[in-house]
Nanobody, 126 residues
Framework: QVQLAESGGGLVQAGGSLRLSCVASGRTLSSYSMGWFRQAPGKEREFVAA????????NYADSLKGRFTISRDNAKNTVYLQLNSLKPEDTAVYYC???????????????????WGQGTQVTVSS
């Protein structure tokens, strides 16, 4: 099994930036496609971005393209999510997740992911 731990969240003003990190332990991160999701109070968990095992393929929620960037450093067993031009509506708990399956492409559905971190809170003030 792989354990995931997110960090980097916090309170930021609108227009600001944050970089979230997700560190894996227990297994080599390069074995998995990875995704980031977020969940705001009273809302369902939603897809943010995903990246393939090698990092050659990425996928973003259409509404977030251009502001958020996913990347990975397999040597450090870490996946990143760069958040730019943050808006109050980006306020949520952000989760990273690992997809154990070998598949083409990177999935957007949370049901395709097998292991989840505990999340990190991002709060954007207006």
């Amino acid at each position: 099994q792989v354990q995931l731990a997110e960090s980097g969240g916090g309170l930021v003003q609108a227009g600001g930036s944050l970089r979230l990190s997700c560190v894996a332990s227990g297994r080599t991160l390069s074995s998995y496609s990875m995704g980031w999701f977020r969940q705001a109070p009273g809302k369902e968990r939603e897809f943010v971005a995903a990246i393939s095992r090698s990092g050659s393929t990425t996928n973003y929620a259409d509404s977030l393209k251009g502001r958020f960037t996913i990347s990975r450093d397999n040597a450090k067993n870490t996946v990143y999510l760069q958040l730019n031009s943050l808006k109050p509506e980006d306020t949520a708990v952000y989760y990273c997740a690992a997809d154990f399956a070998l598949r083409n492409g990177v999935p957007q559905s949370p049901h395709d992911y097998d292991s989840w971190g505990q999340g990190t809170q991002v709060t954007v003030s207006s």
